[in-house]
């Protein structure tokens, strides 16, 4: 079976690749009959369209697009969560590199099976039939949420458009309104759900998967109804941008009930938990990004060496684990990022707590400040002097050998973005850097292996380095680009709590009071906090504001390309980032105390960040506009 499929995945390659440039399937090669009157012609078409799914993936960034072999830029560098060598400090997706012409190629391969897979229906089942064109609604439904988070609304196109035809008006569409496209998603999904069987192969939908989606497309489309303040109306008087905020009930509604869909059929991740033991806490989130069997886990791409691979591996490692290709360090945590964590010592602001009376707070490793943190925040990001693959990860800015009776003073003026001063600090450039004796006669390397580095950005230039998703015991050989093949996790069960509190919050702050939904919000919350060892809400009107929960789920949901669109449902983006540096912890080691302190600060690369309220709704491509004479382009571009 294995072989047929693959020999009907080549054949649907040539035949796709000749369609979408003559519309028709060439004769000589491969006929609908072919490929729709049995099971494997059915599954090769159905894992060639699976595979274009517009997933913000392994190999996704702003700055390439979707499924691109070579990251940079990634997501979490343009929202906040981490710093990279490689940001532009813009939160924008690169235009030039924009989803809209391959998310259509993929509604009409989509709707192409819709039109033709039913004309062999006799050769199946009922059950069988329904549940394939589910799958097939469920990927036309994610493909227009890729579309409808990023434009607006946009053309709806539910059958195959011919060419040449005798109407050419038939291919001049219009941008529907932007909550009718929200609507239709919802429609495939439901029909999804109704049709697809409760489990299918790994990578691929069941019902949940479809109910699961809707959580997230319905809470973005309640979000937009609640906090948008963009408006685009067309000639016809479809709202284009923007939804009515009398819709956001519905929306949180159905986001709320798509949620509660999955009560008893996925499960946090709790395989090795243990209550109050954090190391095994930690493990256990470590993990879940690796097991195949996990409760948690709703909806998967995965990869395989050598047919599909990425990199994440070999772009994210710290320094000192580099392999031949020379990447490391892309994704580095901020330490806005990590102050969001329980368990660190905190200022009455809620910044990080590093120095006493205007003196620096000493430490024997670098890991006692982290002592107490919640287990989640080891599992997600990797804390100068943890262990990873065995090794101790040696993160420092540099080696102070100034005096120390009394306490060590600031070694910048607060708010300071200048560089820190040469007299004092013994620094390293790079990689390369000479021992430094040490008063005891020992030596140390100023930087240690894996940076700071104040002249190669190879290194950890936050002061940490991220750990999830990467793979606890890959050899250093195999550390490659485009080696790497651990399984992307797309949605899990997580996210779908994350998604029925937010909801539940924001139905009962709207006023509606049929279910006690702050309870609800409440206890998916603690679900999630129990799990990760962080400290428990203590009831429900703990949950004082949108943004306990919101917090909640960018720690829960860090690094996993989830954020970023979360900041532009919610609107907040050009509030965080305009003019924004993000802030660094810097690890120093005091020669004659022989004890380590920490330089709380902002990025001394000093990148500011930049939002465009008009970024909210991309930028159309041109070319796109110029074709249409119905479609009109997003407000300032």
């Not at 700055?63 to 710093?83: D, K, M, Y």
């Not at 039109?115 to 990927?139: C, H």
């Not at 006669?441 to 580095?453: C, E, H, K, Q, V």
């Not at 104040?454 to 998703?469: L, M, Q, W």
Request: net charge neutral; proline share 5%.
């Amino acid at each position: 079976m294995k072989k047929i499929i693959y020999i009907f995945i080549c054949l649907l390659t040539c035949w796709t690749t000749a369609c979408k440039k003559l519309d028709v399937p060439p004769i000589n090669i491969i006929q609908d009959k072919d490929v729709f009157t049995s099971t494997g012609g059915i599954q090769a078409y159905m894992a060639r369209i699976y595979a274009e799914l517009p997933i913000e993936d392994f190999r996704y960034s702003p700055e390439r697009g979707l499924n691109f072999f070579w990251i940079i830029s990634p997501f979490p560098a343009v929202t906040g969560e981490a710093l990279s060598r490689d940001q532009r400090g813009a939160m924008q997706e690169n235009v030039n590199e924009s989803p809209w012409s391959d998310c259509y190629k993929l509604i009409r391969d989509v709707n192409y099976f819709l039109d033709n897979m039913p004309k062999y229906a006799a050769t199946y089942t009922p059950a069988q039939v329904n549940s394939w064109l589910g799958e097939a609604r469920f990927i036309r439904a994610a493909t227009y949420f890729a579309l409808v988070k990023r434009y607006g609304g946009v053309p709806i196109v539910d059958k195959v458009l011919e060419f040449p035809t005798s109407n050419v008006d038939d291919l001049n569409i219009a941008r529907s309104s932007e909550d009718a496209v929200y609507d239709y998603i919802a429609q495939d999904l439901d029909f999804a759900y109704a049709n697809m069987s409760e489990t299918n192969q790994a990578g691929r939908a069941n019902k949940y998967v479809a109910a699961a989606f809707k959580s997230r497309a319905m809470l973005y489309a309640g979000s937009i109804a609640k906090y948008n303040q963009i408006n685009l109306v067309d000639g016809a008087g479809n709202r284009v941008c923007g939804i009515p905020s009398t819709k956001a009930v519905t929306y949180f509604k159905a986001a709320y009930d798509a949620a509660v869909l999955l009560d008893g059929k996925y499960t946090l991740y709790k395989k090795v938990w243990a209550a109050g033991d954090k190391d095994a806490q930690y493990q256990n989130f470590v993990n879940m990004f690796f097991d195949a069997a996990s409760t948690e886990n709703i909806f998967v791409r995965e990869y395989h060496y050598p047919e599909s691979v990425h990199g994440y591996d070999s772009y994210n490692v710290p320094r000192q684990l580099m392999g031949a290709n020379g990447y490391s360090s892309e994704v580095n945590p901020t330490l806005n990022f990590v102050e969001l964590f329980d368990g660190l010592p905190k200022n009455a602001d809620g910044t990080i707590k590093t120095m006493t009376g205007g003196k620096y707070d000493l430490y024997n490793t670098t890991m006692d400040l982290f002592a107490n943190a919640e287990p989640r925040l080891r599992a997600t990001v990797i804390l100068p002097g943890d262990q990873f693959k065995g090794q101790s990860i040696e993160i420092r800015r540099g080696i102070y050998t100034g005096a120390s009776a009394g306490g060590i003073s600031p070694l910048l003026p607060a708010g300071s973005a200048a560089n820190y001063p040469t007299t004092n600090i013994v620094q390293s450039s790079n990689a390369n850097q000479s021992p430094y004796k040490l008063p005891d006669g020992t030596t140390m390397n100023p930087a240690g292996l894996s940076g700071i580095f104040t002249g190669d950005g190879t290194c950890a230039i936050s002061g940490f380095s991220v750990r999830k998703y990467l793979v606890p015991d890959k050899p250093t050989s195999e550390v490659l680009e485009n080696r790497s093949d651990q399984t992307w996790i797309e949605i899990r069960y997580a996210e779908v709590l994350l998604n029925r509190a937010e909801a539940a919050y924001e139905l009962n702050a709207l006023g509606q009071n049929d279910k006690s939904y702050l309870q609800e919000a409440f206890t998916a919350i603690n679900q999630i906090r129990e799990r990760a060892g962080a400290d428990m809400l203590t009831s429900a009107a703990a949950i004082g504001s949108v943004d306990v929960i919101r917090n909640e789920r960018r720690k829960e949901l860090g690094f996993e390309n989830k954020i970023w669109w979360d900041m532009r449902r919610w609107r907040t983006a050009d509030r965080e980032q305009n003019s924004t540096i993000y802030r660094v912890l810097m690890p120093f080691y005091s020669a004659n105390d022989k004890k380590y302190f920490f330089d709380a600060r902002t990025d001394e690369r000093n990148i500011r960040y930049t939002f465009d309220v008009r970024w909210y709704y991309e930028e159309i491509p041109n070319g796109e506009i110029q074709k249409s004479q119905k479609l009109i382009q997003n407000p300032g571009y």
